[in-house]
């Protein structure tokens, strides 16, 4: 399955200056099969080496951080001959603190020799006593495929005719409808790469209901391994009332939800492990949308979302028949869904992360992003239903360059008003551009 990081990584491998790649991203989200794809297809070999299935090899790491030594040793291990042509593939780094230490010393001393490595960026951050390759190593981030990544596999003719796009214009009617049809499948497999497989395979939603269900019960189950407090249990709770959070139609996170009498001292630990372990995105409150958006944070009101919308649907409990219900899956729990995926198409594209403003009981807009040095209010919208008082009072007091709203209503840009359909999120970029 094609992944937009593929650039990237081919762009990593043919600069003469890379240093050791760390790829960071949740669990389950392709690290290791892109790794793997990286080494099959552009070198002549690789050595790979994971250290949870093999904690023994942390050894080689533990006596010195020699890189020839530890080059060396793997060659007998592995039976693979490491030279400039083959890629040395760390996966679990999280597991072996030494190795992490170590590509310091490959970037100094074996430079030509390509190394990628992935793990838990939470893991990287709970080993005490280890210093991190400041300076040393380069990072990738890996997200869950998006609608743009999926559909090619769905639909040849409909992804070939979206990225031929150059200009802003109408999607054709036909086009339109079966992105339509389209899309609302993606919003119930999400697109963790094992639920796109599967529905690619078997084209039946309750495999995948089965499949993420075990994936939850599984990301539950991995809450103790990396523990930063006593009480995982808070976690759990935290985690489990996503759903709940994101029905209301004022999103902002309410500890009341997670447990009755909950107070933010007691759950503010188990909500940053959440975040770093990739598995949440946290969106502030914006005092004031200026640059730099980090400075006018609001540190008492934020948002929660999951990082896959397949996920969270299934959290919630809603049945994949609601796939031929109209656009049931679009305003179901307030639009949440649409909600949620916009948020994780917006992620992965724009360098920081957005914010969202509100003004009182009077207005607020679902998430300010920064690009370039514009200041850009977004609204979603979960039909076409398109009137926003929030978004004309931003206008009215801001006067932003831009505005861009997400909606059933076909493509079109006139009063410095972008209107994208839900599906097209993931070329937000290259739209702003064309305007």
Same mark, same amino acid.
């Given at each position: 399955?094609?992944?937009?990081?593929?650039?990237?990584?081919?762009?990593?491998?043919?600069?003469?200056?890379?240093?050791?790649?760390?790829?960071?991203?949740?669990?389950?989200?392709?690290?290791?099969?892109?790794?793997?794809?990286?080494?099959?297809?552009?070198?002549?070999?690789?050595?790979?080496?994971?250290?949870?299935?093999? *904690?023994?090899?942390?050894?080689?790491?533990?006596?010195?951080?020699?890189?020839?030594?530890?080059?060396?040793?793997?060659?007998?291990?592995?039976?693979?001959?490491? @030279?400039?042509?083959?890629?040395?593939?760390?996966?679990?780094?999280?597991?072996?603190?030494?190795?992490?230490?170590?590509?310091?010393?490959?970037?100094?001393?074996?430079?030509?020799?390509?190394?990628?490595?992935? +793990?838990?960026?939470?893991?990287?951050?709970?080993?005490? +006593?280890?210093?991190?390759?400041?300076? !040393?190593?380069?990072?990738?981030?890996?997200?869950?495929?998006?609608?743009?990544?999926?559909?090619?596999?769905?639909?040849?003719?409909?992804?070939?005719?979206?990225?031929?796009?150059? !200009?802003?214009?109408?999607?054709?009617? &036909?086009?339109?409808?079966?992105?339509?049809?389209?899309?609302?499948?993606?919003?119930?497999? +999400? +697109?963790?790469?094992?639920?796109?497989?599967?529905?690619?395979?078997?084209?039946?939603?309750?495999?995948?209901?089965?499949?993420?269900?075990?994936?939850?019960?599984?990301?539950?189950?991995?809450?103790?391994?990396? *523990?930063?407090?006593?009480?995982?249990?808070?976690?759990?709770?935290?985690?489990?009332?996503? *759903?709940?959070?994101?029905? #209301?139609?004022?999103?902002?996170?309410?500890?009341?939800?997670?447990?009755?009498?909950?107070?933010?001292?007691? &759950?503010?630990?188990?909500?940053?492990?959440?975040?770093?372990?990739?598995?949440?995105?946290?969106?502030?409150?914006?005092?004031?949308?200026?640059?730099?958006?980090?400075?006018?944070?609001?540190?008492?009101?934020?948002?929660?979302?999951?990082?896959?919308?397949?996920?969270?649907?299934?959290?919630?409990?809603?049945?994949?028949?609601?796939?031929?219900?109209?656009?049931?899956?679009?305003?179901?729990?307030?639009?949440?869904?649409?909600?949620?995926?916009?948020?994780?198409?917006?992620?992965?594209?724009?360098?920081?992360?957005?914010?969202?403003?509100?003004?009182?009981?009077?207005?607020?807009?679902?998430?300010?992003?920064?690009? #370039?040095?514009?200041?850009?209010?977004?609204?979603?919208?979960? @039909?076409?239903?398109?009137?926003?008082?929030?978004?004309?009072?931003?206008?009215?007091?801001?006067?932003?360059?831009?505005?861009?709203?997400?909606?059933?209503?076909?493509?079109?840009?006139?009063?410095?008003?972008?209107?994208?359909?839900?599906?097209?999120?993931?070329?937000?970029?290259?739209?702003?551009?064309?305007?």
């Amino acid at each position: 399955m094609y992944r937009s990081v593929q650039n990237q990584l081919i762009e990593w491998k043919n600069n003469p200056n890379r240093l050791p790649l760390i790829i960071r991203g949740a669990r389950q989200v392709g690290k290791t099969y892109i790794m793997k794809w990286l080494g099959e297809t552009h070198f002549e070999k690789y050595s790979y080496v994971n250290f949870d299935e093999r *904690p023994e090899l942390k050894e080689f790491f533990e006596k010195d951080k020699d890189p020839g030594r530890i080059l060396n040793s793997l060659e007998l291990i592995s039976g693979v001959a490491i @030279d400039k042509n083959t890629l040395v593939v760390f996966d679990e780094i999280q597991e072996s603190p030494e190795s992490l230490n170590a590509m310091k010393y490959f970037a100094e001393s074996k430079p030509d020799i390509p190394v990628i490595c992935a +793990g838990s960026l939470l893991g990287m951050l709970l080993h005490p +006593g280890y210093s991190f390759p400041v300076g !040393k190593v380069e990072f990738l981030s890996m997200y869950p495929m998006s609608f743009r990544e999926v559909l090619p596999n769905w639909d040849p003719n409909a992804a070939g005719y979206l990225n031929q796009l150059k !200009k802003i214009e109408e999607i054709p009617g &036909y086009f339109f409808t079966t992105l339509i049809d389209h899309f609302k499948k993606y919003l119930i497999t +999400g +697109g963790l790469p094992a639920v796109v497989q599967e529905f690619n395979q078997s084209n039946n939603f309750e495999r995948c209901d089965a499949l993420l269900e075990n994936l939850i019960l599984s990301y539950k189950g991995d809450f103790s391994k990396h *523990p930063v407090m006593n009480d995982i249990a808070r976690i759990v709770l935290v985690f489990d009332s996503l *759903p709940g959070q994101l029905a #209301r139609e004022n999103k902002k996170f309410v500890y009341q939800l997670v447990r009755p009498g909950a107070r933010s001292k007691d &759950y503010e630990d188990a909500i940053q492990w959440l975040i770093r372990a990739g598995l949440v995105y946290q969106i502030k409150r914006t005092s004031k949308p200026s640059i730099p958006l980090s400075a006018y944070d609001d540190l008492t009101a934020f948002k929660l979302y999951a990082m896959d919308v397949g996920l969270i649907r299934r959290m919630a409990r809603l049945s994949p028949m609601a796939y031929a219900e109209g656009n049931r899956l679009f305003t179901e729990f307030r639009g949440a869904l649409i909600e949620n995926y916009i948020l994780q198409s917006i992620i992965s594209q724009f360098e920081d992360a957005p914010r969202y403003w509100s003004s009182g009981n009077m207005a607020e807009v679902d998430f300010i992003v920064q690009y #370039r040095n514009e200041i850009i209010p977004v609204e979603v919208k979960s @039909d076409e239903n398109v009137k926003s008082r929030s978004l004309t009072l931003y206008h009215q007091k801001y006067q932003p360059s831009l505005r861009i709203r997400y909606s059933l209503k076909n493509l079109y840009y006139r009063d410095e008003l972008l209107n994208i359909p839900h599906f097209l999120s993931d070329y937000t970029k290259e739209l702003i551009e064309m305007r």
